[in-house]
């Protein structure tokens, strides 16, 4: 199964908005501050979010750095464009 988001996709961001499971967010990378990626809601634990990339096999997620507090994500993606590709 590909990844739902690929590279040179374009995305509109909702900055600071209510999130849910389901949703595919940018979010600040826990164990590198400087660096922002995106993930998959998966569920509220008490902790924080639980996030998982769409490529389970290659993602490094909450399986392996944990919940994420809510002031991590930085926003929602609300659309996305896929450029042509020749």
Known sequence: M???LRNGDVHL?????RVKAGDAVVLQHPERP???TVKRI?????DGWWVEGD????STDSRHFGAIPEDS???RIVFRLRPLRR
């Open 2 to 4: 590909e990844p739902s």
């Open 13 to 17: 961001v909702a900055l600071r908005a």
């Open 34 to 36: 400087e660096l922002l």
């Open 73 to 75: 994500i930085r926003g």
């Open 42 to 46: 998966v569920r509220r634990d008490d």
């Open 55 to 58: 490529n389970l096999e290659a």
